[in-house]
């Protein structure tokens, strides 16, 4: 069996770090037929031992990719990941999703912490590993029912398994000589020392009982934590020094300012009477420190956190609220006072103690992982059938927040329309497409409001040349005398989309009169895609109106630009009509695959599908939709950018494969259409999806760090094009097939 660990690794001081190394050493070493490796999150140069076979730099979004192609390539049978929040890149540690949806054995996580209380990023990431895992292990019973109550995991995939702790010897009097603190009362606390960890309760509670107890110490065993010290240095520590000056507790006091091994932690363990976790937070799932001490024999008095409430029930401990120093205090001399009742607290913790030693814990994991080794992946899978009903319901939600009588802002800050922005030509002409669109399919009555206020913008925006300005501020200025190419093309699509669609004779008059005043310009065109988009529009054109031989010359002329970029760009292995693969690039090869249908041209449709064929074969990967991102885009011979995604390019997609699906009827296509959309919801390099159910947007991308959370006009309008698209497709495939 060949087991691949993903996690922080000794000697970083860190305590997933130390769970990980315990947990390889309590797999029988002594069986050769088991072979451990660690994939090491390595934040900075560390000397490992022989474990560790590869290093990730946990800000490196590419390090995770490549992680996993060396994990599949050495083919391990099974994947343990270590999960907590902080240790991974991206956001919310967003990184390792790209991971682990690489790989092709199963999956065994561990969570080190489950927040009740996550942010939208939390809880999208961790259902997501959840979906993949094939096993989750927590380590208290409440973690339970927080996995299953807030992010719907389902109990069959879930199994408690205690924190596993060392075997102590239980021999005090030894130990506490070894401290050379013989017939000394030891309160012990220890761990990384940070403000959440409640010291200064301790230090409050002292006084009281030093005076009943003089011989009593209380030790506080761990350096800072290493974010606090690059944040704030020893400010808590020396905080909490000048509360043991103030208080006179000097010689009650003593700091060990070191990363303990596991040798020297039992000794401090073995030696304490009682142990103390006094931390101020309620939301701790899992404490390494807590069950070494339980393990430890230690009578344990703790702040009632999650963990601790679990752990310390049935004599284990005892609990006392939060911060309250005067409740600890009469706990702390009650004990002294009594010790029959501390001994009985110590026999309880060594009982349970007994049977999660890691010896034990790792007979556990031990036939867990073999009977991993042996099952294959399974992955969600979705019924053909089902599919139509199982999209998310068309709703006008968001666009409408973004629209008012002049027409659609363009940009948001998250869900909230972003006025300072304004409008453009561009996304009123989508908006213009998507209102079309839904009629087309819905016969929705109040989306006829909808089309007059798009199109009335197109209108105001139109120039007497029959140019267009594109963008406009809020106070209906606009800010540049002619728009983009792009946008003028974009202008022509959602016109030229009119002709067939218009629920007014109406519209349909201002449509072409605006079509026609434009016309002129087709030719003038120098962007490819600007050539592609009016392409588009006249190809919806000419559906209604097929014999206006004049028109259909001009798409040719047109078609045949991209044709000569084409030539100019394309050669054995680059089949591509410019040097790079931007942004929107399936539009081109789409514009020209929509034009065959009017033109009888065996070199253009030849070009279009050379074209199709060659995107294809870069932006469908494992079989699903890896677009290219707009950091440097995707140059010939260079590596191709996988951030920012954007779903502009989703929605060209969407299209392309649609129409190749309806030229050739091959099911592949039809496939990988859904394939394409399905990027919104989750089909994507970080696995998250981008459309967001509650307020009905689309966010804008995908990100090195993460999701773009704000959801502009651009990206919901491309999410309802491409969403109509695939709904109108397969409503008319499932129907011809009953």
């Not at 006091?253 to 006094?278: G, H, K, Q, R, S």
């Not at 501020?473 to 540049?480: G, P, R, V």
């Amino acid at each position: 069996m060949k087991i691949a660990y993903i996690s922080t690794y000794l000697p970083k001081q860190c305590g997933i770090a130390t769970f990980t190394n315990d947990l390889i050493q309590s797999i029988d070493p002594q069986d050769s037929s088991i072979t451990q490796h660690v994939i090491a999150l390595s934040d900075q140069p560390y000397a490992y031992s022989e474990e560790v076979v590869f290093e990730i730099n946990p800000q490196q979004q590419l390090d995770y990719i490549k992680a996993a192609d060396f994990i599949n390539e050495n083919k391990y049978d099974c994947v343990v990941l270590e999960h907590e929040f902080g240790i991974f890149g991206g956001n919310s540690g967003v990184y390792i999703l790209s991971l682990i949806n690489q790989l092709h054995m199963p999956l065994l996580v561990n969570l080190h912490t489950i927040l009740e209380k996550p942010n939208i990023d939390e809880r999208a990431i961790l259902i997501e590993i959840a979906k993949r895992a094939s096993i989750i292990v927590v380590m208290s019973k409440y973690a339970i029912n927080l996995l299953q109550k807030i992010y719907h995991v389902h109990e069959d995939k879930i199994r408690l398994i205690p924190h596993g702790v060392p075997a102590f010897n239980f021999q005090q009097e030894l130990a506490k000589e070894k401290l050379k603190l013989a017939h000394k009362k030891i309160i012990l606390t220890f761990g990384f020392i940070a403000r959440n960890k409640g010291i200064e309760t301790v230090i409050q509670a002292l006084p009281k009982v030093v005076q009943e107890y003089p011989d009593t110490l209380y030790l506080i065993v761990g350096k800072t934590h290493p974010n606090v010290l690059k944040e704030s240095g020893e400010e808590y520590r020396e905080y909490l020094m000048g509360m043991i000056k103030e208080k006179h507790l000097e010689d009650h006091i003593v700091f060990v300012n070191e990363f303990v091994n596991n040798e020297d932690l039992a000794t401090y363990l073995t030696a304490c009477d009682i142990y103390i976790t006094p931390y101020i937070n309620e939301a701790q799932i899992t404490s390494g420190t807590l069950s070494f001490a339980v393990g430890a024999g230690a009578a344990v008095i703790s702040t009632p956190y999650w963990h601790a409430k679990d752990l310390l029930s049935d004599g284990r401990g005892i609990l006392f609220d939060f911060k309250n120093h005067k409740e600890l205090k009469n706990i702390l001399i009650d004990l002294f006072d009594n010790p029959k009742k501390l001994e009985y607290l110590r026999d309880n913790a060594r009982q349970h103690g007994e049977k999660t030693t890691w010896k034990k814990i790792g007979v556990t994991y031990t036939h867990l992982l073999q009977k991993l080794s042996s099952t294959q992946i399974i992955r969600d899978s979705k019924l053909k059938t089902s599919r139509l009903h199982n999209l998310p319901k068309f709703r006008w939600d968001h666009l409408d927040r973004l629209t008012n009588q002049v027409g659609i802002i363009q940009h948001a800050t998250f869900a909230t329309p972003n006025y300072r922005e304004g409008y453009c030509l561009d996304d009123n002409a989508r908006a213009l497409l998507v209102s079309l669109m839904q009629y087309d399919v819905f016969k929705e009555k109040a989306t006829k409001k909808r089309i007059s206020t798009y199109l009335n913008y197109i209108y105001y925006a139109q120039r007497e040349d029959g140019l267009f300005h594109n963008f406009m501020n809020f106070q209906n200025e606009f800010l540049e005398e002619t728009g983009s190419e792009d946008s003028f093309g974009r202008a022509i699509w959602a016109l030229g989309y009119l002709f067939n669609t218009a629920p007014f004779v109406d519209f349909y008059q201002l449509g072409s009169k605006m079509f026609f005043k434009a016309l002129p310009h087709f030719e003038q065109l120098k962007s490819i895609r600007a050539i592609a988009y009016t392409m588009l529009g006249i190809a919806e054109y000419l559906k209604q109106q097929p014999n206006d031989e004049g028109v259909t010359e001009l798409l040719r002329r047109l078609a045949l630009k991209l044709v000569h970029e084409y030539e100019a760009s394309a050669d054995e292995d680059w089949k591509w009509f410019e040097p790079v693969l931007a942004y929107d690039n399936a539009i081109i090869p789409l514009a020209i695959l929509m034009s065959t249908k009017f033109l009888n041209d065996d070199k253009i449709k030849n070009i279009g599908f050379t074209s199709f064929y060659f995107l294809e074969s870069i932006i469908m990967q494992n079989g699903f939709l890896s677009i290219i991102g707009n950091q440097k885009w995707a140059k010939q011979n260079q590596n191709i950018s996988k951030f920012g995604q954007q779903p502009i390019d989703v929605t060209s997609t969407v299209l392309l494969f649609r129409e190749v699906y309806e030229i050739t009827k091959d099911e592949a296509y039809f496939e990988k259409m859904i394939r394409s959309f399905e990027w919104f919801l989750g089909e994507n390099d970080l696995k998250l999806p981008l459309y967001d159910p509650h307020t009905k947007g689309c966010c804008d991308g995908l990100e090195t760090y993460g999701i773009n959370r704000n959801q502009g006009a651009e990206s919901t309008l491309c999410y309802f094009i491409s969403y109509i698209t695939i709904y109108k497709t397969m409503k008319i495939k499932y129907q011809a097939e009953e």
